[in-house]
């Protein structure tokens, strides 16, 4: 379900632990997605991308798995960090001319010591 | 590495009273954007701009807003008479491309309305 106002799902992971970020998106006609970071009092900074013709992206710490079947995007983390606590958003083009993306309501991920 | 920048950080205004927000773009982008977040929620679509003109816009952008790139680096939100609810992050985005490229964002105007 979608959370509204401060309510945000809240992961808490130990440093140096996998982290899964999940998030379920709402257009089947959607092709193309994004994982966001935002940091308290900063704009949403990009992480990694996929496009619906790929299910699985790697990038730098970072996997995206998306399974168009379900509607459901993830990303994992690797060895997670402190540096990594953030909320952290999925966000869907659901297509028009120009880019017109749907973000999710947000996970807040802590990281412990 | 290049930014989105936006100005001001936080901007205080009356109620009634209109507010233009600025935003720089990154250089060679030629796609922008407006998003809105209020205090909590999540981020929400306002108005993509490409070419001198408005590509598409949300329910939110009504005749309230406009947008505006009045030179070759800035790019403005408008909004007219202004509402208690309208107090919000503001963000501004640019992206290189409109066919399914990352979304580059600036840290926000904060704006408050009394």
């Known amino acids: 379900g979608e959370s509204v106002g401060l309510h945000l799902p809240t992961l808490s992971v130990q440093e140096g632990d996998n982290s899964i970020i999940n998030c379920a998106y709402s257009n089947s006609a959607s092709d193309y997605f994004i994982w966001y970071k935002q940091e308290s009092g900063k704009g949403p900074q990009f992480i990694i991308d996929i496009r619906s013709n790929m299910d699985k992206r790697q990038g730098q710490r970072v996997t995206v798995l998306l399974n168009k079947t379900v509607k459901h995007l993830s990303l994992q983390i690797a060895a997670t960090q402190p540096g990594d606590s953030a909320v952290y958003f999925c966000?869907?083009?659901?297509?028009?001319?120009?880019?017109?993306?749907?973000f999710g309501p947000g996970t807040r991920l802590s990281v412990l010591p | 590495e290049p930014e989105v920048t936006q100005t001001p950080s936080h901007q205080v205004t009356q109620m009634g009273q209109e507010v233009i927000l600025r935003c720089v773009p990154i250089?060679?982008?030629?796609?922008f954007y407006w998003y809105r977040q209020i205090l909590g929620q999540k981020v929400e679509f306002l108005v993509s701009f490409y070419n001198n003109e408005i590509s598409e816009k949300s329910e939110i952008f009504d005749d309230q807003f406009s947008v505006e790139r009045p030179d070759g680096s800035n790019f403005t939100l408008k909004i007219r008479s202004t509402k208690l609810e309208d107090s919000a992050m503001y963000f501004c985005a640019s992206s290189e491309t409109g066919d399914n490229q990352p979304q580059h964002f600036g840290d926000g105007t904060r704006l408050s309305i009394l």
């Open positions: 966000a869907e083009n659901i297509g028009g001319y120009g880019q017109n993306f749907v």
């Open positions: 250089s060679n982008h030629l796609y």
